[in-house]
């Protein structure tokens, strides 16, 4: 049985904290060397990297060891930021519905789809939804929604989207 280091308790093995006093037991790593029986460390893991280091360069496998400790009560180890993307979320009541005004122009190799959405601020607040033989677009702004279904061709392929001066453009290949 282990000693806690702070009330001096008997503690077992497998105890991570001293159930008395709530102090972290210490740590024990047991590392087998190849040329005579086990080595203990208790908390030591500078130690413990040269120990590694030198019985890999023994064995012909010369190496570097970098031990880094943190205090986990009063620091942590840098964390890497992620960046998250959210997108915008379409709002759970919509008060008014509105059909914006669209022009569809029929050319020999492609359809060119223009919807005015003149309250829309961003592409981010657009979502294009291509069905069997029809196209839904819906926008949001605030509580409110536009809503345009224009019907197009089964075989046709979304080549070119932009969104400029309140103006959704499409161009779709037939």
Known sequence: MNKCKKCKKNLRKNWKYCPYCGESTRFRIKIPNFF?????FNENFEDMGKEIENMFSMMGFPMKVNV???????SRPPVKKIKKTIKNEVPKEIDETLEPEASVKEMPNKTIIK??????ESKRDIRIRKLEESLEIRAYRGKTMYFKVIPISKNSKLMEKSFKNKKLKLIFSK
Request: overall charge positive; proline content about 6%.
């Open 68 to 74: 880094k400790r943190y205090n986990t009560e009063t």
């Open 36 to 40: 005579g029986g086990r080595r203990e």
């Open 115 to 120: 919807i005015s959405l003149p309250e829309i």
